[in-house]
């Protein structure tokens, strides 16, 4: 059975749909089998991979208002081992519609009961806010990835969503653990970055991990080219650094 991790932190601009599409590419390489499900309206993880997400004829809306079955919601990739389920603006209905139900946080989860057998690891890009689809998100998953980046405000929201987490442990969903927090747009030149990933790792600790994702301009310059930053260039730091993450999660997780 395959592992659910949600990417998510309610701050914008962290690297959280560029740490879904990367790291799904990385363990594509690696041969796992990859479902990658896009659940941020703005479809950027989407585009990310070279989908169009405005010509989609089934999207992640769909499966989370019970229209289509997740297994009929998925895409092929270029990617090879790596699989889409996409999204566009049609999800912030979903939201409004989901708040309405008495089971709207369990809807992503139980429609992806069975799917998850198909794959080693699904990964689910959740948008910059602690609303309905992250909730979903988060009740569905078995772990939680959280990019931080590593300049000011950095902590900012952080203790907002690690009460969710511990809401959603209590209420929703037992057995979700924090798979790590990962430190983005890292430049090791820069005083307030690394000031910032040392208080990251006196406040969290172990819950830190090791890898971490430099400040790196061909990792900004891949998603305009549909591409992970895997096939846009793989010998770039910003590659090696998300494959290292791919490996430190797999012997995290013992995937």
């Known amino acids: 059975m395959g592992r659910i991790i949600a990417v ?14 990367n790291l ?14 896009d659940l941020d309206p703005q479809g950027n993880a989407t585009v990310a991979i070279g989908v169009e997400k405005d010509d989609l004829d089934v999207s992640a809306y769909d499966v989370l208002v019970g229209e289509t079955k997740a297994r009929d919601a998925v895409l092929a990739t270029t990617v090879e081992n790596l699989d889409l389920i996409a999204a566009n603006g049609d999800l912030t209905a979903a939201e409004v519609e989901l708040i309405e139900e008495s089971k709207g946080p369990k809807k992503l989860r139980k429609a992806l009961k069975k799917l998850r057998d198909n794959y080693d690891v699904v990964l689910i890009d ?33 203790s907002a969503l690690m009460d969710t987490i511990e809401a959603v ?18 430049d090791r030149r820069n005083n ?33 080219y549909g591409e992970s930053i895997l096939d846009y260039d793989l010998g770039s730091n910003g590659a090696v650094a998300y494959l290292a993450l791919a490996n430190e999660l797999i012997r995290k997780t013992k995937m």
Do not use: W
Request: proline content about 5%; glycine content about 6%; aromatic content about 4%.
């Open 192 to 224: 307030l970055a690394n000031d910032v990933s040392s208080e990251l790792v006196a406040h969290f600790g172990m819950k830190v991990l090791q890898t971490i994702v430099p400040r790196n301009v061909r990792l900004a310059e891949a998603p305009s």
């Open 126 to 158: 959740c948008p910059p806010t602690l609303n309905m689809l992250t909730l979903n998100a988060l009740t569905a998953a078995d772990g939680i990835l959280v990019p931080v980046q590593c300049e000011y405000f950095a902590l900012e929201g952080l």
């Open 24 to 37: 799904s590419a990385a363990f594509a390489r690696m041969n796992k089998k990859v479902l990658m499900i």
């Open 8 to 21: 998510a932190n309610q701050k914008g601009g962290v690297g959280k749909t560029t740490s879904s599409v």
């Open 169 to 186: 442990q209590s209420e929703l969903n037992p057995d979700l653990s924090i798979d790590g927090l990962l430190r983005t747009m890292y």
